[in-house]
């Protein structure tokens, strides 16, 4: 099996892009295997009930860098079980459109200024 980067860089409205992470949510929500548009198909991702997560956001002059990256390991072998993995961070409540509260803010990476 080769690897495989679909990448895609593409101005889009606010709202365009509040509707991607929307369904981006809800993917993530449902887990398991999942559509998301890209393109003119779609990709179907197979998603662990363990993710890692990064977040980051970058100033740099007038402009604004927000990135936010999931991986996960394909090699079931290597799935992490919940009595295996590391507790959540305390403080991150759950809402019903799955947004975290300000104590439950991912904090920043990256160089501060």
């Given at each position: 099996m080769s690897d495989v980067k679909?990448?895609?860089k593409e101005p889009v409205s606010r709202e365009d892009a509040a509707d991607w992470l929307e369904l981006l949510s809800q993917a993530f929500a449902k887990g398991s295997h999942i559509e998301l548009p890209f393109g003119p198909g779609t990709v179907s991702p197979q998603i662990p009930d363990r993710v890692r997560a990064e977040f980051e956001i970058e100033v740099s002059g007038d402009e604004v860098e927000v990135e936010l990256e999931f991986k996960w390991s394909t090699d079931h072998r290597e799935a992490v079980s919940p009595e295996e993995a590391?507790?959540?961070p305390p403080g991150?409540?759950?809402?019903?459109?799955g947004a975290?509260?300000?104590s439950g803010s991912p904090r920043p990476r990256g160089r501060q200024r």
């Open positions: 679909l990448e895609r590391p507790p959540a991150r409540p759950r809402r019903g459109n975290a509260g300000p």
